[in-house]
């Protein structure tokens, strides 16, 4: 239905878990092109992608009042790589598998890595913009300038207490920022 095309996918989730067929039909639309394109380029086997990804969705509408989906295509894409790692390990004895396993681990490893260093950069840009402008100046000085709290005091004519409790609020706002970010890539590159 097309009446869907414009929800998002929070909207499309709360719809699926209330057993409505066309959203979960949108969201197979949405995604399905993306996913197999996933395991394809992890399998090599346009069949074996196709049947991954089917497998996907039949345990998304299987399991949809079960699952907790924070975020729609990060959720979608664990799943396939999942599906993908547990295809290797049913046929780990066929010699035909090995060397494309051999292949997911070393080039995705550095791709990988470069995607997470480029997503905690946004992140903390993100976090570090949406601060105060007072903390945002300790934290520089802080972390890049490597001043101590009490020259940061001195520079910015606020008592060192100041400093410290600046410090210790921007540095739990930042592990939350992180940890939602970690949290995402530990499922994501497993």
């Given amino acids: 239905m097309d009446c869907y095309r414009n929800h998002s996918d929070d909207d499309l989730v709360c719809l699926l878990q209330e057993d409505n067929e066309a959203a979960f039909d949108e969201i197979y639309n949405r995604y399905c092109k993306t996913l197999i394109n996933e395991a394809h380029k ?10 991954i990804v089917q497998d996907v969705f039949i345990d998304l509408w299987t399991n949809r009042e079960r699952r907790k989906i ?11 790589r999942y599906q993908v790692f547990h295809f290797y390990r ?3 004895n ?6 494309p396993l051999e292949h997911i681990g ?14 905690l950069i946004a992140v903390i ?5 949406a ?22 005091a001195d520079e910015l ?9 600046q410090l210790i609020i921007g540095q739990d706002s930042l592990r939350n920022a992180v940890s939602k970010l970690l949290t995402i890539s530990l499922l994501l590159f497993r």
Avoid: C, H, M
Wanted: net charge negative; charged share 30%.
């Fill in 42 to 51: 992890r399998l090599g086997n346009l069949e074996f992608a196709e049947e």
């Fill in 70 to 80: 924070e975020s729609l295509l990060p959720y979608l894409l664990v799943a396939v």
């Fill in 90 to 92: 049913k046929q780990k």
């Fill in 94 to 99: 066929l010699p035909y598998f090995e060397e």
């Fill in 106 to 119: 070393q080039s995705d490893n550095n791709l990988d890595a470069s995607f997470f260093l480029k997503e």
């Fill in 125 to 129: 840009n993100s976090w570090l913009g």
């Fill in 131 to 152: 601060q105060p402008e007072k903390r945002r100046e300790i934290f520089r000085l802080k972390y890049l300038e490597q001043l101590s709290t009490k020259e940061i």
């Fill in 157 to 165: 004519s606020i008592s060192q207490k100041t400093v410290q409790n």
